[in-house]
T-cell receptor
Framework: DAKTTQPPSMDCAEGRAANLPCNHS???????VYWYRQIHSQGPQYIIH???NNETNEMASLIITEDRKSSTLILPHATLRDTAVYYC???????????FGTGTRLAVRP | DVKVTQSSRYLVKRTGEKVFLECVQD?????MFWYRQDPGLGLRLIYF???????EKGDIPEGYSVSREKKERFSLILESASTNQTSMYLC????????????FGEGSRLTVL
């Protein structure tokens, strides 16, 4: 499986955009980029995924570079409830053996 | 909404006991997974299943077995619990196919004394 690299921790101010980077330089052409988050004491929650194009949903935006070697998850207006660990993972699909690393711990400051 | 229910949020067992962790999903998903989560190690895949009575080893299957007799239920079994199996156990499910997402349960925190 392709591996990902994320910073261990980040913070941002409430109401500002949170931009979480992820490197996946060994991603193969048919692998998707997925983002999940895990709020303390809960199971991970799906946020968004993409293959080549940028994607947006009600939770976040996903920007994938043209060479697909990195991506950025954007939370446009972070709130305190967005404080969580964010995982960037790559894989062929939800049936694939998706490998979760240690993610980025995002702290949103009041 | 998909509901993935894990039988127990918190369990305390003794070394050598047999432990069953149950996971039930209500969305007719083909794929089911068991992960464990430990501080500093992220989520690690123990076993997964793509169909009834089918199972595949994940990255850390040693000390565990699984059972999938019905499509909606995937059980993780610790035949003889040990202290190094103290962990958070997470069940997940998915429809399968390209681009699909995983749905996780709330987790079961197991302590083995």
């Amino acid at each position: 499986d392709a591996k990902t690299t994320q910073p261990p921790s980040m913070d941002c101010a409430e109401g500002r955009a949170a931009n979480l980077p992820c490197n996946h330089s060994t991603i193969s052409g048919n692998e998707y980029v997925y983002w999940y988050r895990q709020i303390h004491s809960q199971g991970p929650q799906y946020i968004i995924h993409g293959l080549k194009n940028n994607e947006t949903n009600e939770m976040a935006s996903l920007i994938i570079t043209e060479d697909r070697k990195s991506s950025t998850l954007i939370l446009p207006h972070a709130t305190l409830r967005d404080t969580a660990v964010y995982y960037c993972i790559v894989g062929l699909g939800s049936g694939d053996k998706l490998t979760f690393g240690t993610g980025t711990r995002l702290a949103v400051r009041p | 909404d998909v509901k993935v229910t894990q039988s127990s949020r918190y369990l305390v067992k003794r070394t050598g006991e047999k432990v069953f962790l149950e996971c039930v999903q209500d969305m007719d998903h083909e794929n089911m997974f068991w992960y464990r989560q430990d501080p500093g190690l992220g989520l690690r895949l123990i076993y997964f299943s793509y169909d009834v009575k089918m199972k595949e080893k994940g990255d850390i299957p040693e000390g565990y077995s699984v059972s999938r007799e019905k499509k909606e239920r995937f059980s993780l079994i610790l035949e003889s619990a040990s202290t190094n199996q103290t962990s958070m156990y997470l069940c997940a499910t998915s429809r399968g196919g390209p681009g699909g997402e995983l749905f996780f349960g709330e987790g079961s925190r197991l302590t083995v004394l």
